[in-house]
C-alpha cells in the first residue's frame, strides 16, 4: 500500500508550490495550467474523518521550480515543469527510482543524472547540459521520446539511453 502525495506548481497558487497528502481524483485536471509531480512513499497511517491541513510551502528556484532528487523507490511523474539548476543538476535518480517528465525544460551543469537501477523517461523534452546533459551509470536508464538533447552524454557502469 502507498499513500501519494501531489506537488502542485503554478499561477493559480500564486506562483508556488505545494504539497497535497490527499490529492484530486485521477480524472481532475491540473489547476489552470499548473504542473503536478505525483510521489509515491511508504503508507502512513489511515485518514481520519478530520479535514486535511492546509498545504505546505516547498521552496522554488528562479525559473519557479526545484531541481528534482529522487530516491528509494519513489515514483515522480511531471509534466510542463522548467528548471534551470545552474551550475547543479536539474534532474538525480538514484536508488530504485523512476522519473517521468512530459513537456519539459531541464538546464544545469547536468542536464538528468540517472544510477543505482533508476530509470527516468523524457517526452516532449529538451535537455541542456553545459557539462553532461544526460549521465547514466549503474544500471541507470534514460529514455527519449521527441526529446532535444543540447550537451554531452556519459554512459558507464551498464546504464543505458534509449532513444
Given at each position: 500500500?502507498?499513500?501519494?502525495?501531489?506537488?502542485?506548481?503554478?499561477?493559480?497558487?500564486?506562483?508556488?508550490?505545494?504539497?497535497?497528502?490527499?490529492?484530486?481524483?485521477?480524472?481532475?485536471?491540473?489547476?489552470?495550467?499548473?504542473?503536478?509531480?505525483?510521489?509515491?512513499?511508504?503508507?502512513?497511517?489511515?485518514?481520519?474523518?478530520?479535514?486535511?491541513?492546509?498545504?505546505?510551502?516547498?521552496?522554488?528556484?528562479?525559473?519557479?521550480?526545484?531541481?528534482?532528487?529522487?530516491?528509494?523507490n519513489?515514483?515522480?511523474?511531471?509534466?510542463?515543469?522548467?528548471?534551470?539548476?545552474?551550475?547543479?543538476?536539474?534532474?538525480?535518480?538514484?536508488?530504485?527510482?523512476?522519473?517521468?517528465?512530459?513537456?519539459c525544460?531541464?538546464s544545469?551543469d547536468?542536464?538528468?543524472?540517472?544510477?543505482?537501477?533508476?530509470?527516468?523517461?523524457?517526452?516532449?523534452?529538451?535537455?541542456?547540459?553545459?557539462?553532461e546533459?544526460?549521465m547514466?551509470s549503474?544500471?541507470?536508464?534514460?529514455?527519449?521520446?521527441?526529446?532535444?538533447?543540447?550537451?554531452?552524454?556519459?554512459v558507464?557502469?551498464?546504464g543505458?539511453?534509449?532513444?
Amino acid at each position: 500500500m502507498r499513500t501519494i502525495l501531489r506537488l502542485t506548481c503554478g499561477l493559480v497558487l500564486a506562483g508556488g508550490c505545494y504539497v497535497q497528502t490527499a490529492p484530486p481524483p485521477p480524472s481532475a485536471p491540473s489547476p489552470q495550467g499548473g504542473e503536478t509531480v505525483v510521489v509515491t512513499q511508504p503508507a502512513a497511517q489511515p485518514a481520519s474523518a478530520q479535514p486535511a491541513p492546509a498545504p505546505t510551502p516547498v521552496a522554488t528556484n528562479a525559473a519557479g521550480q526545484q531541481p528534482i532528487v529522487c530516491s528509494s523507490n519513489e515514483d515522480i511523474r511531471l509534466d510542463g515543469v522548467v528548471i534551470q539548476a545552474g551550475a547543479g543538476t536539474a534532474v538525480t535518480a538514484s536508488g530504485n527510482c523512476d522519473v517521468t517528465l512530459t513537456n519539459c525544460q531541464l538546464s544545469g551543469d547536468v542536464g538528468v543524472s540517472a544510477s543505482g537501477n533508476s530509470d527516468v523517461t523524457l517526452v516532449g523534452c529538451t535537455v541542456q547540459g553545459s557539462g553532461e546533459a544526460l549521465m547514466v551509470s549503474g544500471n541507470g536508464d534514460i529514455h527519449l521520446e521527441n526529446t532535444t538533447v543540447q550537451g554531452e552524454e556519459m554512459v558507464s557502469g551498464n546504464g543505458e539511453i534509449h532513444r
